[in-house]
């Protein structure tokens, strides 16, 4: 089957002009007020018939969208793998960077040892080319270790309060291991 690049709307726009019209005379519920048996007995008819034309429009419309849910369902399909795949890599070159800099600041401790007193350059967390640029990033991140020291307050369901506390600075938090994790952002020129 052939994808089109583009699709346009060319939705009905008669039977969408019709169902306004067909609305404007239940504009007077903004304003209605049930007061009695005789008006509690005109706002069910009028519930009613509202419910009705909600439910003849809804299907209308679902009938009008129909090949364009399948279309785009269809789009969403022929792009999951090709996609699947893209990010697949993008994981596997991000791992591979963050090795290779873990290795890069590895040699320089080992370069530090042997000389102390040298002035050694720490290597770059930026890399710059034509095509965009790739940073080394490093995220504070904690993970419950042992429940039994964690104070009451972190004690919930999605320790979203012992990371706010971590993010504001606090870097003992008992119960919680607490580490940097660094991640890899890049940035297209696009």
Same mark, same amino acid.
């Given at each position: 089957?052939?994808?089109?690049?583009?699709?346009?709307?060319?939705?009905?726009?008669?039977?969408? %002009? %019709?169902?306004?019209?067909?609305?404007?005379?239940?504009?007077?519920?903004?304003?209605?007020?049930?007061?009695?048996?005789k008006?509690?007995?005109?706002?069910?008819?009028?519930? $009613?018939?509202?419910?009705?034309?909600?439910?003849?429009?809804?299907?209308?419309?679902?009938?009008?969208?129909?090949?364009w849910r399948k279309l785009t369902k269809d789009v969403n399909d022929k792009y999951a793998t090709g996609l699947k795949t893209l990010k697949k890599y993008e994981s596997i070159l991000k791992t591979?960077?963050?090795?290779?800099?873990?290795?890069?600041? $590895?040699?320089?401790?080992? %370069?530090?040892?042997?000389?102390?007193t040298a002035i050694i350059e720490a290597p770059s967390?930026?890399?710059?080319?034509?095509?965009?640029?790739? $940073?080394?990033?490093?995220?504070?991140?904690?993970?419950?270790?042992?429940?039994t020291k964690v104070k009451p307050e972190y004690l919930t369901h999605n320790q979203a309060k012992a990371e706010k506390a971590m993010k504001a600075g606090e870097r003992y938090i008992p119960g919680f291991e607490i580490y940097q994790e660094e991640t890899v952002a890049v940035r297209t020129k696009e």
């Open positions: 089957m052939q994808i089109p690049v583009t699709v346009t709307s060319t939705g009905n726009t008669t039977a969408i %002009q %019709q169902m306004e019209k067909e609305i404007l005379p239940y504009k007077f519920v903004e304003v209605f007020n049930i007061v009695d048996e008006t509690a007995f005109r706002a069910t008819n009028g519930l $009613s018939a509202i419910m009705s034309m909600y439910n003849k429009k809804n299907a209308e419309r679902k009938a009008t969208t129909a090949e591979k960077m963050l090795r290779y800099k873990a290795a890069e600041y $590895s040699k320089l401790l080992q %370069q530090q040892k042997k000389e102390p967390s930026t890399l710059k080319t034509d095509s965009g640029t790739l $940073s080394i990033k490093k995220n504070w991140k904690c993970r419950l270790v042992d429940i």
